[in-house]
């Protein structure tokens, strides 16, 4: 089972910018999907950005041209650079790969691997 372990959130200031990291358990093969989703109380989980094993990425429509995924092989690391950011992107993020169900599919990719979510909070 892989592990997932996110890292970088905290609070920041409207228009400000934090860069999310999930570092991996295990090496990327070659056939992967990783992705970050968030979630604040009372709302269901959703999908804010995937990377697929072509160098496809997805964006949900509120990210667009704010934020950036993007890996590093080397380090087995995920990275979700956010800027612009606004009091909207408040919740806990978490970090998915494709994993066992149940899954929760997203952009195409079944995600069922989760990290335990790191809490970005933003203030007006």
């Known amino acids: 089972q892989v592990q997932l372990v996110e890292s970088g959130g905290g609070s920041v200031q409207a228009g400000g910018s934090l860069r999310l990291s999930c570092t991996i358990s295990v090496s990327f093969g070659n056939d992967y999907c990783m992705g970050w989703f968030r979630q604040t109380p009372g709302k269901e989980r959703e999908g804010v950005a995937r990377?697929?094993?072509?160098?496809?990425?997805n964006y949900a429509d509120s990210v667009k041209g704010r934020f950036t995924i993007s890996l590093d092989y080397a380090k087995k690391t995920l990275y979700l650079e956010m800027n612009s950011l606004s009091p909207e992107d408040s919740a806990m993020y978490y970090c998915a790969s494709v994993g066992p169900p149940p899954r929760d599919t997203w952009a195409g990719c079944g995600f069922g691997s989760w990290g335990q979510g790191t809490q970005v909070t933003v203030s007006e």
């Open positions: 990377i697929d094993s072509i160098g496809t990425k």
